[in-house]
């Protein structure tokens, strides 16, 4: 039995039923259905300057549905910059960034997760009450918070506030939320960091199954993420 | 989009509401500073109720402001900013919860208590219930103008003083009518509804400009 189950579990019945229908009708055809639009990222001769000074230019890729990039490069090389301006949080000092296929209209930062260095989570509220938080925010809300700590492997730490946690506690509840809002893209930076060896089996079983419901990742990182088959990108020498 | 509003409303309300959220501090800084005017000024009533509606609102306006660098600095630090930032609801509408909660948590306790800080200044009893409704009024313009002032700072590591300094000069509007309408309640110049219907025009206001001004601060903040 594959992970996801307890992910699926939480769909509600009839986005379930939906979904079995549409692997029924799928796999009938020898196709695999995807969960998602199929959009793709476009990234175009990206240009950064942090500070005045140049982190990188000319980057381009494109990351397509059920692809992963793992983002590589020395510290400083411009990583997490890069996941900045994906997410709309830096201004691109050159090139674009664009959205391709049906859902033109979108901005990248709605449709997309970050995990990002910072956590994300309210020391005073519980690990649940930070995913209900999440939930309603994010929307399109997918798994129960209940249900993500389960799968995460926090199921007994839902009722303690976040500061209680440890780091990697915490960057599991963080990587929980994921699993309680349904988007496409996840934009992680060094979703591994400060994590177990177990619990970096189970985020790579995470991404395994958002990759085959037809979501991209795009994850900077220094390790081997644990995906077969995933592009690389490398920023700087 | 409702659902999102609320969601950050609640969650600020709950933050507030727990150890260390901040939510009573505005509320012990406020006491504090009314119980020490009239040891500062001594025993003459007289002197006290004339200039009390002043010193509450001066008392309110700092209270309101010294926890006001942390209404986004918070979020920023911990990157829940940037979950907000991520959500199909408009930045704008998000700033506007943002300072729903912080005035619930701050503006409304100080205008509920300022009765029974009124006393210590020898409050006349007609004067205290055009004080509460001026506070009330009032502070919801301290609180989004404050917002906008905190949106600026918030990607400052340091900028805790900054917040007060750029604020409190928009402020004095606030004070002037809320003080004047305070005052004419207990016997001032004007007739007590003129400044008042100002203070509630210029709360209006900074509602939808702070809003607006705390959105575009966040959009730029790099």
Known sequence: MRRSRGFYRAIPRSALDERNELERICGSAGLKPALFQPTSLHVEDLACRRGGRLIFEGLSFVLRPGEAIALTGRNGAGKSSLIAMLCGRLRPDGGRIRLGGSDDEAELAEISHLVGHRDGLKTALTARENLAFARDVLGDAAATPDEALAVVGLGHAAELPAGYLSAGQRRRVALARLLVSRRPYWLLDEPLSALDVASQAMVAGLMRDHLADGGAILAATHGPLGLEGAGEVRIGP | ?222
């Open chain 2, 1 to 222: 989009m409702k659902r999102a509003f609320m969601a950050i409303l609640k969650r600020d309300l709950a933050v507030a509401s727990r150890a260390g959220g901040g939510g009573e501090l505005a509320l012990v800084f406020f006491l504090t500073m009314v119980v020490l005017v009239p040891f500062a000024l001594g025993p003459d009533l007289n002197l006290l109720s004339r200039i009390g509606p002043a010193i509450l609102w001066l008392g309110a306006l700092l209270s309101v402001m010294i926890g006001l660098d942390r209404l986004f600095q918070s979020d920023e630090e911990d990157g829940s900013l940037d979950l907000i930032r991520a959500s199909a609801l408009p930045l704008e509408l998000a700033v506007l919860a943002k300072g729903l909660a912080h005035w619930l948590t701050t503006g409304l306790p100080l205008a509920l208590v300022s009765p029974l800080l009124g006393l210590l200044v020898a409050l006349p009893g007609e004067g205290v219930l055009p004080l509460v409704a001026t506070l009330l009024v009032g502070t919801p313009a301290l609180s989004f103008i404050g917002a906008g002032g905190a949106a600026l700072a918030a990607s400052l590591k340091r900028g805790g003083l900054i917040v007060p300094v750029l604020v409190a000069p928009l402020t004095v509007p606030v004070l002037i009518f809320g003080v004047s309408a305070a005052n004419a309640a207990v016997g001032g110049t004007v007739p007590f509804l003129t400044p008042f219907l100002i203070l509630c025009a210029i709360s209006l206001g900074a509602i939808v400009v702070g809003t607006v001004a705390a959105a575009v601060a966040l959009r730029s903040a790099e």
